[in-house]
C-alpha cells in the first residue's frame, strides 16, 4: 500500500504558505518549489542571480538530504526564472550542483515570483530500492 508522508527541516525556509517542504511517497520525494532565504536568517541574503541560485539550490540540497535521499538521485527539476536572460548564470551554479547528474529539467521565465526573487526550483527525487 502507498504510503504518502509530509517532510520538514529546518535546514531549509519553512513553508510560507499552505504547503508542505516536500512530500515522500514511496520511494519518491516531491520537493516543493524553493526560494533564496537563508533559513538560519530568515532573508534573501544576495540579489545577485548567481547567489539566489546558490542558496536556493542548498536549500534543496538540504531537504534532499535530510529526508534521506540524494542528488545524485534528482530525477526532474523544474525552474522558474524572473528573467529569463539570467539563463547562463543560473546554470553556471546549477552546474556546480549537478555536474555529473544531470536529471531532467525545464527552466521557464515566470511572470513574478514571490519576494521578488530572481529564481524558485522544486524536485522529484528518487530512493536507490
Known amino acids: 500500500m502507498a504510503?504518502?508522508?509530509?517532510?520538514?527541516?529546518?535546514?531549509?525556509?519553512?513553508?510560507?504558505?499552505?504547503?508542505?517542504?516536500?512530500?515522500?511517497?514511496n520511494d519518491l520525494l516531491f520537493v516543493s518549489g524553493q526560494g533564496p532565504?537563508?533559513?538560519?536568517?530568515?532573508?534573501?541574503?544576495?540579489?545577485?542571480?548567481?547567489?539566489?541560485?546558490?542558496?536556493?539550490?542548498?536549500?534543496l540540497k538540504n531537504i534532499i538530504e535530510e529526508a534521506g535521499?540524494?542528488?545524485?538521485?534528482?530525477?526532474?527539476?523544474?525552474?522558474?526564472l524572473d528573467d529569463i536572460n539570467d539563463f547562463s548564470a543560473f546554470n553556471k551554479v546549477y552546474e556546480e550542483f549537478f555536474s555529473s547528474s544531470k536529471p531532467a529539467r525545464a527552466c521557464i521565465q515566470a511572470g513574478k515570483l514571490p519576494g521578488g526573487w530572481k529564481a524558485e526550483v522544486e524536485a522529484i527525487v528518487g530512493r536507490e530500492t
Request: aromatic share 8%.
Open 37 to 59: 532565504i537563508n533559513p538560519v536568517t530568515n532573508t534573501v541574503d544576495d540579489n545577485t542571480i548567481g547567489g539566489q541560485t546558490r542558496q536556493i539550490l542548498t536549500n
Open 3 to 25: 504510503s504518502k508522508q509530509m517532510f520538514s527541516t529546518g535546514k531549509a525556509p519553512l513553508p510560507i504558505g499552505p504547503y508542505s517542504q516536500a512530500i515522500i511517497y
Open 69 to 80: 535521499f540524494s542528488m545524485g538521485n534528482v530525477l526532474k527539476v523544474t525552474a522558474f
